[in-house]
């Protein structure tokens, strides 16, 4: 049966712009470069006269730092964090202007500091090069969490991209190609070991991908251009941070979705079919996966409607244990957004929020006992071993949902006007405690962290740097205090001595933001604690 094609107008002309734009910066931001050379270039940051970080901060911004999101997260007080009322209340705190060169108004596509640049169109991968970068990514982490590809499937991909040799599986040709070169991609990075001539390499691979895509749309719907597209989205997210392009793919990867019809539990008809199904609904799952983790992040709406979907979880025997909790933690998260902060959550009563809280507590904990003994992630146990990719990703999610679920609690009148995050068992304080949690689990290295997950990681600590930050505003005198100002402004030094000594252009330039940022926040706290300790000694 032939597949309904796609609507290629507006779709097709977003990719080409998308495309044309990208292809001159790929290579040079993605270049390889060290922090220290980064340092240099951005050692006196200055405000850029471009529409990307001309803005004026109003209460619904959603502001970004090093390509994050800061999405979500408020003070303490309910605030929005950097809103111009946040801004107010961290003047009063701490007698400082908040300075706001590191951050901007929308997602960050480019480097600012590099010359314009572009990346080659290259040809397929030598398939024996091919099989082996298959026989790799078969047996990474990467492939447990991401079932991108199916090996008995991608036999039909291979020969259409190679050979123009379609098929049921693989209908369309350049929809195989740019799935061959978004699988080379993708396990090029995976990969344990990355030379400097593999990093350009990869970038080539990369924009050949993208620039594929427009073409791609005029074929049928096909499982090539999904799986496609899922794994040009992963690269959005962990290689070029590039949140722009993430959430136009992660877009039309539902639409590929709907069309293959993997929003529905697969029915069998015969073998084939039923395998091809049986990776589209894995397909529909990846898609789900990355759009509740983004919506949770960014605080934007989800693309996918749940009601439209049938949710009934994957046969446990056929599934495997690291994916099935992906998808689990991916149902928590959509709960976590709905009930805390879509527009409709915002506008409950303390009651309700307080509610809402206690239920996603008790569903996280429930989630956290499904996961096998053997990686099951603690809030206060930091003895916890979590040295691989899988484990280090329960840890930080897990860490990442308890802050977000309690510190909602913020907006809660009640708990406001006590101003107390200390008291053992609030709300606030558990969102603290995850957030000291997270930061001492890297610091003492008990989590994995490399070139492969540090674009990762990196939005986890700022979340918790900016929970602790929040905290030291509202208690600058209470006990402790001062561990969590060296706690959090100890994670940027940390981060330096783990990355490799080479990384590419745009990942280093995040890290600069990064790092800058959380100086900045460190001199707002050290002068919220100073100004407070001034003041008890005045009054007494």
């Not at 007080?77 to 946040?86: D, R, V």
């Not at 705190?93 to 480019?110: A, C, I, K, M, Q």
């Not at 991401?146 to 036999?155: H, I, T």
């Not at 080539?204 to 074929?219: C, G, V, W, Y």
Request: hydrophobic content about 40%.
């Amino acid at each position: 049966m032939q597949q309904r094609p796609v609507a290629i107008g507006a779709i097709t002309m977003i990719f080409l712009v998308l495309s044309s734009a990208t292809r001159s910066v790929f290579r040079n931001a993605l270049n390889p470069m060290t922090l220290q050379d980064v340092t240099g270039q951005l050692a006196a940051p200055t405000r850029q006269s471009g529409s990307d970080l001309t803005f004026t901060v109003g209460p619904q911004s959603n502001l970004h730092v090093g390509g994050h999101t800061l999405g979500n997260l408020c003070t303490f007080n309910g605030l929005p964090f950097f809103s111009a009322t946040g801004r107010q209340w961290i003047k009063e705190r701490t007698g400082e202007d908040v300075n706001l060169e590191y951050t901007s108004p929308r997602p960050s596509t480019l480097d600012p500091s590099t010359s314009n640049g572009a990346a080659h169109a290259v040809p397929l991968p030598d398939k024996e090069f091919l099989y082996q970068l298959l026989d790799g990514w078969q047996n990474s982490d990467l492939a447990r969490l991401f079932p991108f590809v199916d090996r008995v499937l991608l036999e039909s991909t291979v020969a259409a991209a190679y050979h123009n040799e379609t098929s049921i599986s693989s209908p369309g040709a350049e929809s195989a190609r740019a799935c061959i070169h978004a699988f080379t991609t993708t396990c090029l990075h995976a990969a344990d070991k990355q030379h400097g001539h593999r990093v350009i390499h990869t970038v080539d691979h990369l924009q050949t991908a993208h620039d594929l895509i427009p073409r791609m749309m005029h074929e049928s719907v096909t499982i090539d251009g999904l799986q496609a597209i899922l794994m040009l989205s992963l690269c959005s997210l962990v290689i070029t941070g590039n949140i722009l392009i993430l959430e136009m793919l992660l877009a039309s990867a539902i639409r590929f979705v709907f069309h293959l019809n993997g929003h529905l539990a697969p029915v069998y008809i015969d073998d084939d079919q039923f395998r091809r199904s049986l990776h589209v609904r894995e397909l529909f799952w990846i898609c789900y996966i990355m759009d509740r983790e983004f919506s949770l992040r960014a605080g934007h709406s989800p693309c996918l409607d749940e009601n439209q979907c049938d949710l009934t979880l994957p046969d446990i025997h056929r599934t495997a244990t690291e994916f099935l909790a992906g998808i689990r933690l991916a149902m928590l998260q959509s709960e976590v957004y709905h009930r805390l902060y879509s527009l409709k959550a915002l506008r409950q009563t303390d009651a309700q929020l307080l509610g809402a809280i206690r239920d996603l507590d008790s569903a996280l904990e429930i989630w956290r006992m499904s996961i096998p003994t053997n990686f099951r992630p603690r809030l206060i146990d930091r003895e916890t071993n979590a040295m691989d990719t899988p484990n280090t990703i329960f840890q930080l999610h897990y860490l990442y949902c308890m802050g977000m679920i309690h510190q909602a609690s913020g907006r809660c009148s009640s708990w406001v006007q006590n101003q107390d995050t200390s008291e053992a068992g609030s709300s606030l304080a558990i969102s603290v405690e995850a957030s000291r949690s997270m930061l001492q689990k890297f610091l003492d290295d008990r989590l994995e962290f490399n070139k492969n997950n540090l674009r990762f990681c990196l939005p986890y600590f700022l979340t918790a740097i900016c929970h602790l930050f929040s905290n030291i505003l509202f208690n600058p005198t209470h006990e402790g205090i001062d561990d969590d100002l060296e706690l959090f402004m100890s994670v940027p030094t940390h981060i330096r001595t783990r990355v490799p000594p080479e990384i590419p252009r745009l990942t280093a330039y995040h890290i600069k933001l990064f790092e800058d940022f959380v100086i900045e926040l460190g001199r707002l706290a050290s002068s919220a604690i100073k100004r407070a300790r001034e003041g008890f000694e005045h009054n007494n």
